[in-house]
Nanobody
């Protein structure tokens, strides 16, 4: 499965941005998909996950501002980001087949990763 992210860019604080992640094929790995991010000098951290039943989970730092969703027919994962803050600046990665337990932002391993898309928020 290949994952290709798009939609990153530069935005001013308070603005919106929507990321997309297109999967090359429908896969059982879509039981748990999610978005992760890595800021300069920091480790990769979970942002949002969505499971087979469309249950979602968010990191505390983005809850209420970000929304994860998916379109199974288009094999595409989305991350709608509102009220962006400078601290949201990071490389954003999508992943599918997140493993290690229940579908959760605390997981760090996945079967497939995208190459990332940069999001830069200026104050």
């Amino acid at each position: 499965v290949q994952l290709v992210e798009s939609g990153g860019g530069s935005v001013q604080a308070g603005g919106p941005l929507t990321l997309s992640c297109a999967a090359s094929e429908y896969s059982y790995n879509m039981y748990c998909m999610g978005w992760f991010r890595q800021a300069p000098g920091k480790g990769r951290a979970g942002v949002a996950t969505i499971d087979w039943h469309v249950a979602t989970e968010y990191a505390g730092t983005v809850k209420g501002r970000f929304t994860i969703s998916k379109d199974n027919a288009k094999q595409t994962l989305y991350l709608q980001m509102n009220s962006l803050k400078p601290e949201d600046t990071a490389m954003y990665y999508c992943a599918t087949g997140i493993r290690g337990g229940t579908c959760s932002v605390v997981r760090s391993e996945a079967n497939y990763w995208g190459r990332g898309t940069q999001v830069t928020v200026s104050s």
